[in-house]
Nanobody
């Protein structure tokens, strides 16, 4: 059974940094797209970042461009979302998702095949 498990969330002060991880197991394909999404209380889920098959396409939401960096290890078993200069409006549950066909275009596609259960990021003083 395919599993995506997020970790690395927590409480951080404004201006601080966190690095989220997404561990991927039992995915049948060797390569796939990873998307990071978030959902703040009372708001709809939104796309944060995406790294496509062969790592050719990387995209970010405008609200995180220049502050967040998506990456993954060479074995493609773990993906990361490094978040710097965090703001209170970044507070949300962050989810990673995987898909073997979708390739980050159009950005924000929410019908990806596999999803994790999320990790909470709380930016507060």
């Amino acid at each position: 059974q395919v599993q995506l498990v997020e970790s690395g969330g927590g409480l951080v002060q404004p201006g601080g940094s966190l690095k989220l991880s997404c561990s991927v197991s039992l995915l049948p394909q060797d390569d796939y797209t990873i998307g990071w999404f978030r959902q703040a209380p009372g708001k709809e889920r939104e796309a944060v970042s995406c790294i496509g098959i062969n790592d050719r396409l990387i995209r970010y939401a405008e609200s995180v461009e220049g502050r967040f960096t998506i990456s993954r290890n060479s074995a493609k078993k773990t993906a990361y979302l490094e978040m710097n200069n965090l703001k209170p409006e970044d507070t949300a549950v962050y989810y990673c998702a995987a898909d073997s066909i979708y390739n980050c275009d159009p950005f924000g596609y929410s019908g990806m095949d596999y999803w994790g259960k999320g990790t909470l990021v709380n930016v507060s003083s």
